[in-house]
């Protein structure tokens, strides 16, 4: 079974950048889309940007357009996701999973804290 594993979060400064990582433990990684998932404190977890199994296509939600790229490499079991310019509201603990997410996929995510 897939087992995703986040990591790269951290405390950062308005405007700073961080560059999550989301390793896949299985050999079936590489056939499915993936995507980038947070959840901010007392909210629903929203979907923030997906990348096709051949990386070749990418779609970014508007909210995060601009800010955010997803990429992966299949070699690697790995899937990306860069995040410029930190805003306080992007304050989240961010999870990849396949796209659409897989249920019984969700990993422990990776805590991201935008703050001075």
């Known amino acids: 079974q897939e087992q995703f594993v986040e990591s790269g979060g951290g405390l950062v400064q308005p405007g700073g950048s961080l560059n999550l990582s989301c390793a896949g433990s299985g050999d079936i990684f590489k056939r499915f889309d993936m995507g980038w998932y947070r959840q901010a404190p007392g909210s629903e977890r929203d979907f923030l940007a997906a990348i096709s199994w051949h990386g070749v296509t990418t779609f970014i939600r508007e909210a995060v357009r601009g800010r955010f790229t997803i990429s992966r490499d299949n070699a690697k079991n790995t899937v990306y996701l860069q995040m410029n310019n930190l805003q306080s509201e992007d304050t989240a603990v961010y999870y990849c999973?396949?796209?659409?997410?897989?249920?019984?996929?969700w990993g422990q995510g990776t805590q991201v804290t935008v703050s001075s």
């Open positions: 999973n396949h796209y659409p997410a897989s249920r019984d996929y």
